[in-house]
């Protein structure tokens, strides 16, 4: 099973919400909007549009779009490695480059099929050792039924696993 190497930064999915950047876990800033967007967007396959994330995120705001600009500044230091820019975001998109981040979830997503049918006991025990709990356990965001509805589906797809 292909593993990234130990000093890539990390987003661990897979139970609590952690991040690890040169070996270190970063402190997570209290905001479990922040803390969700991160995993959202961390998540996504393709760019999202800023509508979508305040409506995922922000049905009662007076302004979303504020909201969302103030929790992507927060999100910048926890993404972004000092050489490398990872939160991409224009007037309508907002993404995260994955292709310098480890995160645990997708690893784990692309390989447990051909592990679970073909892997060796060894294999199965790395595919089990990634599992720390549920996706993003412990976190839940106030009258944001959208995103609950999001979470709850992958919650459910990675217990299958």
Same mark, same amino acid.
């Given at each position: 099973?292909?593993?990234?190497?130990? @000093? $890539?930064?990390?987003?661990?999915?897979? +139970?609590?919400?952690?991040? %690890?950047?040169?070996? $270190?876990?970063?402190?997570?800033?209290?905001? =479990?909007?922040?803390?969700?967007?991160? *995993?959202?967007?961390?998540?996504?396959?393709?760019? !999202?549009?800023? +509508?979508?994330?305040?409506?995922? /995120?922000? &049905? !009662?705001? &007076?302004?979303? =779009?504020?909201?969302?600009?103030?929790?992507? @500044?927060?999100?910048?230091?926890? !993404?972004?490695?000092?050489?490398?820019?990872?939160? %991409?975001?224009?007037?309508?998109?907002v993404?995260?480059?994955?292709?310098?981040? &480890? %995160?645990?979830?997708?690893?784990?997503?692309? @390989? $447990?099929?051909?592990?679970?049918?073909?892997? @060796?006991?060894? &294999?199965? #025990?790395?595919l089990?050792?990634?599992?720390? +709990?549920? /996706?993003?356990?412990?976190?839940?965001?106030?009258r *944001?039924?959208? /995103?609950?509805?999001?979470?709850?589906? #992958? =919650?459910?797809? /990675?217990?299958?696993?």
């Amino acid at each position: 099973m292909e593993m990234a190497s130990l @000093s $890539a930064d990390r987003l661990l999915l897979l +139970g609590p919400l952690q991040v %690890i950047q040169n070996r $270190a876990q970063l402190p997570l800033p209290p905001s =479990r909007k922040v803390r969700a967007l991160l *995993a959202y967007l961390a998540m996504a396959p393709r760019p !999202v549009t800023r +509508g979508k994330l305040c409506e995922l /995120f922000w &049905d !009662v705001a &007076d302004d979303p =779009r504020r909201e969302l600009r103030w929790c992507l @500044s927060k999100l910048r230091p926890l !993404v972004d490695a000092p050489t490398t820019t990872r939160l %991409i975001a224009d007037r309508e998109q907002v993404r995260i480059d994955t292709n310098s981040l &480890d %995160i645990e979830a997708i690893s784990l997503a692309r @390989s $447990a099929q051909m592990t679970l049918t073909s892997g @060796s006991p060894g &294999d199965l #025990q790395s595919l089990r050792a990634l599992f720390r +709990g549920d /996706f993003l356990e412990g976190l839940s965001v106030d009258r *944001a039924s959208l /995103f609950d509805n999001w979470l709850a589906g #992958q =919650r459910h797809r /990675f217990g299958q696993l």
